[in-house]
Structure formats: structure tokens, C-alpha cells
DNA sequence: CATGAATGAGTGTTCATTCAT
DNA sequence: TATGAATGAACACTCATTCAT
């Protein structure tokens, strides 16, 4: 049955999310997933190779999940600054959505040997449109004349580092830090 | 009496490091450990009560070490601005110094279960100079008004994050990209 | 799927009662028991859930196959020296029936913290219709006016003593034997 | 020096006492011994063998301590009644005197293969006197006709068999009880 | 004599994965 | 498809014993 499959994907999905959460992931056994999940262990084997395989499918889920946010009334066309931070208010709000979710990610992120090399790739890698806008902020001498690892490091990144912050402590970011973050970001970012 | 022999300690130190970096923590078994340090398991527990105890004290070990650098040449009474780069720069350089130890720093500090909770301290526990350092920022309105950790983000973090990066592509920060982070930390901090 | 293996049960309990036999308890480990039994040790912790779970069945299993035999042809409402001896050679029968099974419960009697608490009733607990026996016979003033125990160190006890010494020996109570203890027995608890 | 040997070797003997007491003999390791004791572990194996060679001499000195008790005020040519009494109330009053170390006899008693087999010889072998008490009252015709161990089960392990109860109720042997358990032991042995 | 250091073999238990139904 | 049963290898940790000083 199609629905049912369904279900028990996801069933598995978020289980992996609430153990890694709940007991950290290096007790994160298969055991654990399906019991929470409510399935038998067999079964996950039916629909994923593997741990990994597994783990890697959760993970690009996520990713998904948050990309899916960032692009929300991105305009590439738009003025730099704006669209600049427009982009990162809005991963703020999606690790705002998600909090476990983005939990998740960051360990994965710090463990890249829990997936498939192919299924990861790392430094925050978010695509295309992202990239345009670095070239085009290079280019206009909107900002600074960095790699652009750099750039990650004290936007996605520094968002990531505080949220990260404030969800070991069960809180998550308040609408004004994410605003002071967004300004700090763009004041170490832009060119003056 | 056989005495106590200090490179064993050493050497398990140094294999916690290697296994670490190489395999990922994850597959941090003492077994590996004591392996790669070539003495027996049993040795291990004569050194320390547990696994938590040992990587406690590798924890301790390096963050110490690090610490050693941060405070070079460092004034609390000197202008504000330099000694917030001499700090900056002095952590740079720690991490630059101890790429391998400063990876394992960042899988502990991601990681707080591995060590006991009273040995870590979690949110890049800097110390006391660090924060007067920050006190005396805000009071002066040298810099923003906002919380400590959101600066930690944009400071140690965000040089640690393109450290951790360049780490993975097998690198260290150059000078330039030093400089480039101070810049852009001092930027993102400084009060306008 | 896979069927649940009764023989594995089977064999795993037999194991435990040869292992303890052969090698005394302190020599009793779960590979031990896993290897004797042909199975593997984690297939051991499919049916138990820790060692002394199973222990802790083994010794429940016994018990109620020596108990079974306890009350043949055991009437509450005759008479009382006649009771008295029936339930004593019924005794005298389990063990001899169940040399080596007897030998692993004088093991775990004398063993307490081999089993968990609530499945251990210590000093030969032998349940209702023998208390009853006991309350009957001190109201009639056919047996000596002594607490409890001292009756069973005299007849049960005493039964399993020798029973104990015989099976050192490679050797199991003889007939005679039987009749030697029930009349000890009996000359010990009455009243004169 | 001669003193300081000594007062080790006693320590040890009773830190095996207190721990087969305190933590059950199946928790009886070497080190948690010498660390009770308050020497190293390599100290006990000057002065024993090894570990088994250790309880030997332990089993030994207790079952000399009890025997030395035994044959207070007993006189071999006494009437046969007064002395089978004689005998069982000594042995009472030595279980009773050192309730710890009849407990540990007791354990070695029950596990043969802790201690070498020269050491130990099972079935309560209570040396010659005890033998010639027998043989006397048997060719008297003052006992019943059967084999030494069916006495020893109704005296001297009838008595033990009591005492471990009490001793795992945490009380000793009252003074009646230990009437008692005489009155029933003679009782069951004498000839009518 | 005394002991801290050292270890190979073992402890009980869990792992990710596969099998048979 | 779904799963309980099964397992070899690994897990953290302890053992009795020996070595070197």
C-alpha cells in the first residue's frame, strides 16, 4: 500500500530527529529509530540500504525543508542589500521553524562521516542563486573582495552558531537578535 | 616500582586526537585508542576511571593549551579596538598553531555529552579578561548593545567556522584570511 | 517470519544447569552459557533481557518442576505423619528425579543476589499447603511448639543436605536413604 | 619484619571476609580485597600464590578457629549423650561467636572449586574425634545404623542450616533456638 | 618487602545487518 | 511488504596475574 509506506517513512524520519535530539546522536542506533518509529528494524532495511543511506535521506529532507524557506520573496533582480538580507532573515526563520530539524543539520554538518560523501557536501552549500548573488555583490563592490567561505562564516554560519547557542539553552532566537544579527552580518559583509 | 610513564599518557592523548580526526568520534572506541597509542586497554583504565574521564582531560588539556596563546601580549588597559584584534588574532593564531586539537575542541564543544557536564563549560567559555574585555566595550558603547553570545558568533565562531572549513579542505587559514576575519569581526561588533 | 525456537530456550536453560554443574557459578558467564547451548550471545538477549533475567527464569522453571512433584497424592485432610512423610519423599523424589536441577537451585537458594529479588522467596519457601501443614500440626501439638525454620533445617534441609553430599560424590539418594531421612525427620519434629 | 608480615596477612584474611559478606563472593576480585585490606594487590602475591592458594589459607584458618572451639570441655570417655550435645553446642557457639566466617565457610563449603582440592574436603570433615564419637555411639547402639553424612545432615548442618537463615535475617542464633536444634538433632539420631 | 604500572583474556551487553517466514 | 529471530563483531570495562623498580 502506497499511504502506508508513506507513513512509515515519515514515522522514521522524525524518529531520527527526536533520538538524535533526545539522547545525542552518537546513541543513535538503529534499534532506538524503529522502536520509536514503531516498526520493526527489518523494515527500515526495506527502505534504506543502510544507516547511512538512511541518515543521508533525513538529512536532505531537511535540507529541503529549509531551502524551501530561503528563497520566500527573493527577488534576484532586487536591490543587493535588501535581497542580502532578505536571504538571511530568512534562514533565521527557518531554523526558527524547524529548531529540532536544524539541530539535526548542524550535526551533520560537524559529522560528515554519518552520510554518503556523495549526499554531502559541505560549507553550506546553498546553491545557485546564493552563489549569483555573491558574484553580483563582488562584482558591484557591495562586498567585500573575500572567498566565499568568508562570507559564509559571519552570515549563515553566525546565525547558526547563535541559534545553536540558544537551543542548548531550549530557547531559540527572538525576533530581535535576529535582526541584530542580520545587521552585524551585513556590517562585516558590505564594502565601504 | 615501575614508574609512571608519561608518554603513555601522551600517546593516548595524541591517539584520541588522530582517531578523532581521522574516523570521526562516532567510531572513537578505546579499543582504537589504546590501539593507536600502543599500549593495552587495561593500561587506559590505570590512567583513567572511564572514557569520559579520558576525553575530559584531552578536552582540558587542549583548551588550556589554546588558552595559553589567547592572552599574549594582551593589555586590559590597552586601547580598546587593538586588544579586541589582539585577541582575535591570538586565537587565529592558537587554532593555526593546533589545527588537529582545535578540530577536536569544536567536536567536544558540539558534543557536550562526551565530557562531564562539570569539566565543560559550553558557549566558548572565554573566561574571565574576555569578559571584562566585553564589559568595558559596552559601557564605553564601543560596541553593540547586545548579548555576549551573539559576539562570540561573530568573533571566535565565526573565525572557528572558516577554520573548521579550510581544516576539511585539508588547510589552515592563511594571513590574509586572518586579517580578512579581524576585519570583518571588528566590523560586525564595533559600535557606528 | 522466523519462528520463535522453543529448542533454543530449551537448550539455553540446559546449558545454564550443565555450565553451573560443571564449572560452579562464579565460572558462569553468558558466553559460556550462549556457546554450550550452540547459539550466540546476542541471540541469548533476545529471550532474557540481562543475565540474570534468565537466571532468574532458569531457577523459576526449576522450581516449579520440583513443586509439581511436591503434592502427589498429598491430601490436606489425612492423617497428619502420613502427610508429613508424603510431602517429604515427594521431596526426596523431585531431587532424585532432577539430580542436576536440584544441585542449581541449592546454588541459587544459597546465592540470593544471582536472581532478581522478586523472583527469590528465600528459606525454601514452599508455599501455602505446607505452612498450612505446619499450623496444623503445632495446634495439635503433634509437632514440637519451634518457629518454622528450625522444622525446615530438619526436614527439608536435611533432606537436601545429604542429597547434596551424594551428588558430590556422582552419587544420588538411595532408596533406603530416602527412608533413613523421613524417619530422622519425622523422630526430630514430633512431639512427644 | 616479622610483625608488619603479619598484621598484612590479617588484614587480607579479614578484608576476604568482609567482602564475600558485603558484596557476595561472586564479586570477589583480588583488587577490591588488597584495596579493603589497604595493600597493593602485588603485596598479596608475595605472600600467596595466587588467588585461590589465598582462599585456602583464608577457609583454613576459619574451620581451624571453629574447630578449636569444638572440643571444648569434651571429654571422649563422657557419657555418649553428653558428649553428642557437648559436641553440637560448641559448634553452635562457635557459628554463633564468628557469624561472619561461618558464613564464609558456608560459601566455601558450597563452592568446592573456589578453593584447591587438597585444601578442602566436603562433607563437614570434622577430624577424628567426631569420627570416634560416631564409631562409638554406632557400636553401642546409642545411634541409629546409617552412614556418617545422614548424621552430619541432622547435626552439625541442621545447626548450619538454621544459622544461614538467621545470619540473612541479620540476627544470630537465640540460645533457645540453639536448645532446640540439640533437642531435635538427638532426637533424630538416637537409637530408641 | 613493597608497589604502581602493565596486560591478555575475559566480563556483560549492544551494534548494524541478514535470514526465513 | 513486513517482521521476529539470529548473529559476528564490536562496545566499555574488569579480571587475575606479572613486571620493573
Redesign the interface.
Known sequence: MRTKDESKIEALHQAVIDVINHD???NLSVAKIAKKAGVSVATLYIYYSDKKDMLGKVYLKIKDLIDAKLFNEFDPQGPFEQQFKRLLRNYADAICTYPEKAAVM??FN?????VAEDVYS??MDLGKPVADLYRHGLEEKLI?Q??P??F???TF???D??A???F?QGKTLTKD?VD??I???W????Q?
Chains 1, 2, 3, 4 share one sequence.
Do not use: T
Not at 560537524?110 to 554519518?114: F, I, R, T
Open positions: 545525542g546522536y552518537q548542524r550535526v560537524s559529522n560528515p562521516n554519518l559541505q560549507s567585500r573575500y572567498e567561505e568568508i559564509i562564516s559571519f554560519n553566525a546565525i552558531s547563535l545553536q547557542i540558544r542548548m537578535e541584530q544579527l545587521e552585524m552580518a556590517a562585516a559583509c558590505k565601504n
